[in-house]
């Protein structure tokens, strides 16, 4: 990270889930750190922790996730290399070639990559993309075709459309590229 960095602890209601969110952000020009803590309740009660890292261009390089819940402990190492290659657990992922970015289940702060990258959060766009979706609390991996167009400024940043398959929701991110209100999701506290 560079001098420009900026650290934000952001905590979100994570209405899907029935349950909360804080992550640790450090925010630089065009990469990111973060670790957070979740906990949910549906379907069943569960925690989550996740340590994210990404490249220049805010591109994944690596996103560890641990999970609890009734079933018992499981972790997942998922790894993006240079020439594009994803790994969970040191397997290789196939599908995913051309994807930059991971996408963790029920965590608003991994839709903050692409539209970082893109600047979706600032100007007029629309974008699609290839992402490694991780399901939570199951620790899958799958490849998830995801649309984000920007709809126009709000009070405290934009509204961004998220449109993957058959789900659609206007979400709305800060000056920074953070979800503030994800509807159906999540809203920061």
Do not use: K
Request: charged share 25%.
């Amino acid at each position: 990270m560079t001098d420009t960095t900026t650290t934000h602890v952001r905590t979100w209601h994570v209405t899907a889930s029935g349950g909360h969110e804080t992550a640790w952000i450090e925010l630089g020009a065009d990469a990111l750190r973060a670790h957070g803590r979740a906990m949910g309740v549906a379907p069943a009660p569960y925690w989550v922790t996740y340590e994210l890292e990404t490249g220049e261009e805010f591109v994944t390089r690596r996103l560890r996730v641990g999970v609890e819940d009734a079933d018992g402990v499981r972790e997942l190492d998922l790894r993006r290399d240079d020439a594009g290659q994803w790994t969970a657990d040191g397997r290789d992922l196939p599908g995913l070639a051309g994807a930059l970015d991971c996408d963790l289940g029920l965590c608003p702060l991994t839709n903050t990559m692409p539209v970082r990258r893109h600047g979706l959060h600032l100007a007029p766009a629309e974008r699609t993309f290839l992402m490694a979706w991780v399901a939570v609390p199951a620790l899958t991996v799958e490849p998830s075709r995801q649309t984000y167009t920007h709809l126009g400024p709000t009070e405290h940043g934009a509204r961004v459309r998220y449109a993957a398959g058959d789900f659609r929701a206007d979400v709305e991110f800060d000056e920074e590229g953070l979800v503030l209100d994800y509807p159906g999701l999540a809203r920061a506290l």
